[in-house]
């Protein structure tokens, strides 16, 4: 009996031990181990409103599990949140410490941009673009631009004149991009031949004031294009080289080859500045940009015949080649180009006159 009463207590602690550790093992396997946490917190640097100041995140998490919006600061442009190390927090940056974020910024800025609205033309710069917003802006002049035959008219911030003018030295306040475009109004001269009475208009071109059109006046040795007085009309009348060097009226002259240069060059040069000088009449493909008005009177052979109106126009110049010849220009309706060469003295072509 006592033998048996022994055995028995000792398999009752065998079973309570057994009994206890498979407790412990059960309860250890199911319990979750506690997980390690950081906080996140933010500065806004002056944003208002501010986001939540501090946020707890579980160790290993990404940013973008507590990321706040954007924030709002006025006059400024938000960049992103850095710690104090100066690493941007993105999305997918993990979190692995306590950390304060700071909101960066930019003061926001604006710009001014000035545009001449003359093809191949530069308009002056601000040198103090770019402004902070609501900075006071001055409107530029226009400086040394120049348009020939055309006055400057303020800005604007259509190119066609469609939106907002602004006036040369008025000052606003800034808050938004700018683009200021030069506007153009045509400054075209007259001038009255007390001789005859014909006005002409004048134009602003090479630094020489010219006559707009074609001489027109009866002088001895000058002509109709076909003995036609409508042609004289048209195309003012045509002069041989002794008359066209005193046909012009008082204050006027026949122009010299350098000023035919320089009212070129001002025009773009030999290759194209025909286009830009001859006028728009139909098949003489010209634009009359420079309201030069250049037109294809033809010329007259010294045996009275004609030839070339409607398709070529010549000019004399002032200067001689030798005792028979002198230079002269012409232009074609097949080409944008501006040709010079000398030619007899005796034949006749169209007079354009310059001012002294």
Same mark, same amino acid.
């Given at each position: 009996?006592?033998?048996?009463?022994?055995?028995?207590?000792?398999?009752?602690?065998?079973?309570?031990?057994?009994?206890?550790?498979?407790?412990?093992?059960?309860?250890?396997?199911?319990?979750?181990?506690?997980?390690?946490?950081?906080?996140?917190? &933010?500065?806004?640097?002056?944003?208002?409103?501010?986001?939540?100041?501090?946020?707890?995140?579980?160790?290993?998490?990404?940013?973008?599990?507590?990321?706040?919006?954007?924030?709002?600061?006025?006059?400024?442009?938000?960049?992103?949140?850095?710690?104090?190390?100066?690493?941007?927090?993105?999305?997918?940056?993990?979190?692995?410490?306590?950390?304060?974020?700071?909101?960066?910024?930019?003061?926001?800025?604006?710009?001014?941009?000035?545009?001449?609205?003359?093809?191949?033309?530069?308009?002056?710069?601000?040198?103090?673009?770019?402004?902070?917003?609501?900075?006071?802006?001055?409107?530029?002049?226009?400086?040394?631009?120049?348009?020939?035959?055309?006055?400057?008219?303020?800005?604007?911030?259509?190119?066609?004149?469609?939106?907002?003018?602004?006036?040369?030295?008025?000052?606003?306040?800034?808050?938004?991009?700018?683009?200021?475009?030069?506007?153009?109004?045509?400054?075209?001269?007259?001038?009255?031949?007390?001789?005859?009475?014909?006005?002409?208009?004048?134009?602003?071109?090479?630094?020489?004031?010219?006559?707009?059109?074609?001489?027109?006046?009866?002088?001895?040795?000058?002509?109709?294009?076909?003995?036609?007085?409508?042609?004289?009309?048209?195309?003012?009348?045509?002069?041989?080289?002794?008359?066209?060097?005193?046909?012009?009226?008082?204050?006027?002259?026949?122009?010299?080859?350098?000023?035919?240069?320089?009212?070129?060059?001002?025009?773009?040069?030999?290759?194209?500045?025909?286009?830009?000088?001859?006028?728009?009449?139909?098949?003489?493909?010209?634009?009359?940009? &420079?309201?030069?008005?250049?037109?294809?009177?033809?010329?007259?052979?010294?045996?009275?015949?004609?030839?070339?109106?409607?398709?070529?126009?010549?000019?004399?110049?002032?200067?001689?080649?030798?005792?028979?010849?002198?230079?002269?220009?012409?232009?074609?309706?097949?080409?944008?180009?501006?040709?010079?060469?000398?030619?007899?003295?005796?034949?006749?072509?169209?007079?354009?006159?310059?001012?002294?």
């Amino acid at each position: 009996m006592g033998g048996f009463k022994r055995a028995s207590l000792n398999r009752g602690k065998w079973i309570f031990f057994i009994t206890v550790f498979f407790c412990f093992c059960i309860e250890d396997r199911f319990v979750t181990p506690k997980v390690k946490q950081f906080t996140v917190t &933010f500065d806004a640097n002056g944003a208002a409103p501010a986001p939540q100041s501090s946020v707890a995140v579980d160790s290993g998490a990404v940013f973008s599990t507590v990321i706040p919006d954007d924030p709002q600061k006025p006059d400024s442009t938000f960049i992103g949140w850095f710690d104090d190390k100066g690493k941007m927090y993105t999305a997918s940056t993990i979190i692995v410490r306590d950390v304060t974020l700071t909101a960066k910024w930019i003061i926001t800025t604006y710009t001014v941009t000035y545009m001449a609205n003359i093809t191949g033309a530069a308009a002056p710069a601000d040198p103090h673009s770019p402004y902070p917003r609501g900075a006071q802006v001055t409107v530029l002049d226009i400086d040394s631009l120049e348009r020939p035959n055309y006055a400057f008219d303020g800005w604007n911030t259509a190119a066609n004149g469609s939106g907002t003018p602004y006036a040369a030295k008025t000052v606003f306040n800034i808050y938004s991009n700018i683009v200021l475009h030069a506007q153009w109004v045509l400054s075209v001269g007259e001038f009255i031949d007390t001789r005859d009475y014909q006005v002409y208009a004048t134009v602003e071109a090479g630094g020489k004031k010219w006559m707009g059109k074609n001489l027109n006046y009866a002088a001895d040795s000058s002509w109709c294009y076909s003995n036609d007085s409508s042609n004289c009309v048209k195309y003012g009348r045509l002069y041989n080289w002794d008359s066209a060097v005193q046909s012009c009226p008082p204050g006027w002259r026949l122009p010299a080859r350098q000023e035919w240069t320089d009212l070129i060059n001002a025009a773009g040069g030999d290759n194209i500045a025909g286009t830009k000088l001859k006028s728009s009449l139909p098949n003489w493909n010209g634009d009359d940009e &420079f309201r030069f008005s250049a037109m294809p009177g033809g010329c007259r052979y010294p045996d009275n015949t004609f030839y070339h109106a409607g398709d070529r126009g010549f000019w004399w110049t002032a200067d001689e080649f030798n005792e028979n010849s002198s230079y002269r220009l012409f232009m074609r309706s097949d080409s944008a180009e501006v040709f010079e060469y000398y030619y007899q003295k005796n034949y006749s072509y169209s007079v354009r006159c310059v001012k002294d």
